[in-house]
């Protein structure tokens, strides 16, 4: 059974920092790429980062390039989504993902949510 | 960037009844590779999205068959043949063959006349 198990979401400071991670059982992580997507409170989906398998190639929307870093730790079957110099509109329900290109089975995490705010 | 529209944003369906929801990329999504990596995820209220069509018209295991997808090119469609109470929520088309950025498109929201 696939499970993606995100966890770190809570409540921070304009210009803070936080980092998410997201635990992964039920499949072979180490040789799948792995997705972030956002949502924004009562808004759509919005593509945030991707890393590759072997964490050696990495992409980022254009929102969050520069603050937000994305690894993983395939030893501990482990996604991370590393945010700083956090903004009003990073406030999101962050989802861990397997597949949003279409190659493969899909599977989401059930979201862990940033919420921006002095 | 490929910007994807959708239409309607919003979809007031009686129960039983067809439905379809249109999807248009800015440039056409086929792939090098000669695939078409157009997908339908669905968000019932207060869940995570699920995926129910892969590459334009393959349904997800356990998606029933009353959901089924089409086209090509730049314009795709999704369609419930028969509409039931479970099938309340927000559609997103979402294209994985220009990206980075892989882009969503806007969503369109089902609900029950």
């Known amino acids: 059974q696939v499970q993606l198990v995100e966890s770190g979401g809570g409540v921070v400071q304009p210009g803070g920092s936080l980092r998410l991670s997201c635990a992964v059982s039920g499949f072979t992580f180490s040789t799948y790429g792995m997705f972030w997507v956002r949502q924004a409170p009562g808004k759509g989906l919005e593509w945030v980062a991707f890393?590759?398998?072997?964490?050696?190639?990495?992409y980022y929307a254009e929102s969050v390039k520069g603050r937000f870093t994305i690894s993983r730790d395939n030893s501990k079957n482990t996604l991370y989504l590393h945010m700083s110099s956090l903004r009003d509109e990073d406030t999101a329900v962050y989802y861990c993902?397997?597949?949003?290109?279409?190659?493969?089975?899909?599977?989401w995490g059930q979201g862990t949510l940033v919420t921006v705010s002095s | 960037d490929v910007v994807m529209t959708q239409s309607p944003l919003s979809l007031p369906v009686t129960l039983g009844q067809p439905a379809s929801i249109s999807c248009r990329s800015s440039?056409?999504?086929?792939?090098?590779?000669?695939?078409?990596?157009l997908n339908w995820f669905q968000q019932r209220p207060g869940q995570s999205p699920t995926r129910l069509i892969y590459k334009v018209s393959n349904r997800d295991s356990g998606v029933p068959d009353r959901f089924s997808g089409s086209g090509s090119g730049t314009d795709f469609t999704l369609k419930i043949s028969r509409v039931e109470a479970e099938d309340v929520g927000v559609y997103y088309c979402?294209?994985?063959?220009?990206?980075?950025?892989?882009?969503f498109g806007q969503g369109t929201r089902l609900e029950i006349k």
């Open positions: 440039q056409s999504l086929v792939h090098s590779d000669g695939n078409t990596y």
């Open positions: 993902v397997k597949d949003l290109a279409g190659y493969s089975n899909a599977w």
């Open positions: 890393i590759r398998y072997d964490g050696i190639n990495k």
């Open positions: 979402v294209q994985g063959t220009h990206w980075p950025p892989i882009t």
